[in-house]
């Protein structure tokens, strides 16, 4: 039977915060699909949020460019919904922002570093024994790059 994320978040100390951040995260880019253009926001999302100023992760620096032009119309339409915006800034992220899990990385294992794979298991350790979220972080855990990668 799956469960939601939402219910390990509920029910873990160690994901519940960060619960706020993804919720202000997920508001923030409705708020951004309802007033950036159609085709930026294929090239574009929203980042994360420092301080007052939004963060828009974009997917090459011509998408970028495009974006730096409106940035006057698209803050002032983003402080008509959210006035503590104060500033917009544009970050690069070279590849598709919304790669599906069979795009571009077919056929190529991803790994992570030792540090990344030591706090997935103390986050799987946290987790409700043997659910399926904690299976699946100890997979993931599993995945540490060597010294030959």
């Not at 460019?65 to 006057?72: D, E, G, H, V």
Request: no cysteine; hydrophobic share 40%.
């Amino acid at each position: 039977m799956a469960t939601k994320l939402s219910t390990f978040i509920e029910e873990v100390s160690a994901l519940k915060l960060l619960e706020a951040p993804l919720k202000r995260i997920r508001e923030l880019h409705r708020i951004y699909s309802a007033v950036a253009p159609p085709a930026l926001l294929k090239v574009s999302r929203v980042g994360y949020l420092n301080d007052n100023s939004l963060v828009l992760i974009v997917s090459n620096g011509t998408a970028g460019a495009s974006l730096r032009q409106q940035l006057p119309t698209l803050l002032a339409n983003i402080q008509a919904l959210e006035p503590q915006i104060t500033a917009i800034k544009i970050e690069v992220q070279v590849g598709n922002l919304y790669t599906s899990p069979r795009g571009n990385t077919e056929g190529k294992e991803r790994r992570l570093s030792p540090a990344g794979a030591k706090n997935l298991t103390q986050l799987a350790n946290e987790l409700p024994d043997d659910s399926p979220l904690q299976q699946a972080v100890k997979r993931l855990a599993g995945r540490v790059k060597s010294d030959q990668d």
